[in-house]
């Protein structure tokens, strides 16, 4: 099964934001891959602007010394590397990412709608494990999962995405999908549904065993991408992230580092919903992906469980016209 499980590195298409060629990969497969979402030297400065937010934190974080970057400095990391809270997801460097038009055409032309509403989503960044083996990961096999309750949000719902930073290989990892594994959606209900009925219909993540048949067939894939890329997939899409071997011995700088980024159109929000967003600008509050209901991020359960006091959250944003309609 370990070995069915193991991510095959593949070189996809890459293809332009809100293109009918994209649309198809998308649909046919549960993914894609947008290119040059941003142009290779904003990659560069939003990187830049990640390693502002991490100094600022006031924990002793400094770029140029990978030994500051242990765990009583480093912001709160979930699965994957993701940091989803302490002010992340009003970070300037997150709020630079979210200006640049190629990634709302994306989403744009997935919803056939321009009015919609960014997430306020943290980042992931993986730190050289060849320095330190307790930075390693999650491997793939270890936690596939969805995004979406298969009883609470039926049907299409939602498409991810995130902005790659970082030249990525086979060494460094990065995220896995199941192509094609979004038509399986429906069949999980039957497939677990003791298993499905145990997660609240809130909490839209469901984790398969890893002996079910659907994981390795077809075979997982890590899909290459450049920096500047955006990755969209569907929420039904079978996925997670996957920690490389790192055979070339790196130890100096981080080997991946993305920004998590969603849009949903407007309309699927309400008034209250909106108004939260709002306040959640003003005061510096991440959120999840879904931009149709209310997550505070800062309310999850290892966020609640590290000293937040110790991090210097930033100051609220000062936002563009743009970017006040991404926020409704």
Known sequence: MAERLEPVYTHVPRLVAGSTQMLDHLQRHGFV??????????????MSKLWDYLEQLGTGIDRTVPDT???????????GGILPGHGIGHSEAQWYIRSFRAIKDAFAAVW???????????????????R???WRTNRA??????DQHPIGRPGFQCVQGLV????????????????????????????????VNRVPTSIDHFRFPNDD??????????AHMEPGDLLLWDSRTIHCSHAGPQRDGIDDRL????????????????????????????????TTNWSDVWVNADTFPDIVASDSSKYTRPTPPVLSEYQRSLVG
């Open 69 to 79: 970057w242990g765990d009583e400095s480093w912001p709160t990391a979930v699965h």
């Open 141 to 146: 096999a270890s936690w596939f999962h969805i």
């Open 255 to 286: 080997l991946r580092a993305v920004s998590l980024i969603c849009m949903m159109p407007k309309a699927r929000s309400n008034h209250s919903v909106i108004a939260k967003r709002r306040h959640a600008v003003e005061n510096v509050i991440s």
């Open 132 to 134: 330190n083996e307790e």
């Open 213 to 222: 048949p659907l994981l390795g067939d077809p075979a997982p894939i890590m």
């Open 112 to 130: 056939h709608d321009e009015e919609l509403l960014v997430s306020f989503d943290g980042v992931s960044l993986w730190r050289p494990w060849a």
């Open 164 to 195: 790659n930073l970082l030249p990525m290989n086979a060494d460094t990892g990065g995220n896995v999908v199941i192509p094609g594994s979004h038509r399986h959606f429906e069949s999980i209900v039957d497939r677990y549904s003791e298993r």
């Open 33 to 46: 891959v947008v290119a040059d979402a941003l142009p290779r030297d904003a990659a560069a400065t939003a």
